[in-house]
């Protein structure tokens, strides 16, 4: 049974001040929801006022990137060193940092060996553009992004990951996937890919995530499929609404 987990990623948003007013108005409600893992992943600069509020709690944090050097002269960057003083997860690779900074799997690859080398818990992200999508280039390209991304690892450390499936036309767009859609990608399309690499077992243990515009409305779907382990969050996890969600996604999974 793999243990669900649903993780808000912040994106480029909240002050210091704005994270600390909205942690205090979500963890009692957020820690109260047992079984199912809870992460907030916030901006590099509020993350140490958040592991202050929800140090007494059970929620985890992540950051949302990382440089895979140890240190030295790369200005503007964050070393897996630095976070684990801060936070236990890493998203690593999401379609944002893909798109926009230019990220590779090569690259992403190497930050998750250096994450693991650190003992952060990587949640690495992987999905197809719309005009793969419209393609029919879907299981091409994913299957490309898992090998790619998870290059060279044990099995040990690739049936710890946790993987988020999040097709680029669903972020932000209000067009989630429908849970069959998402699930069969990551039933079939990633756990197979994993499968191939490490054997079965190994893709049995590996949780994956979808994400797209997931909502409290649309989490319980999702949630009831049963390759569907929990789901990276944005927009929706900027709210109060995050608590409703991850109430709905544990009550879903019957933990
Ligand atoms: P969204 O973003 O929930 O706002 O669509 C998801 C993500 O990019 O992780």
Redesign the pocket.
Known sequence: MRRPILAG?W?MNMTIAEAIDFVRSIRLGLNEIKGVDRVLCPPFTALAAVKDLISATGIALGAQNMYWEEKGAFTGEIAPGMLVELCQYVILG???RRGYFGETDAGINRKLHAALAHGLKPIVCVGETEAQHDAGQTERVITEQVRGCLAGLTAEQAGGLVV?Y?PVW????GKAATAGGAGAVIGVTIRGAIADLYGEATAQAVRVQY????TPANIGEFMSHPDIDGA??????LKADFVDLVRIAAKTKGV
């Open positions: 990623n994106k999401h379609s944002e988020a999040e669903a972020i932000g767009t994400g797209g515009s997931v990276l969050v944005g927009g929706a996890s």
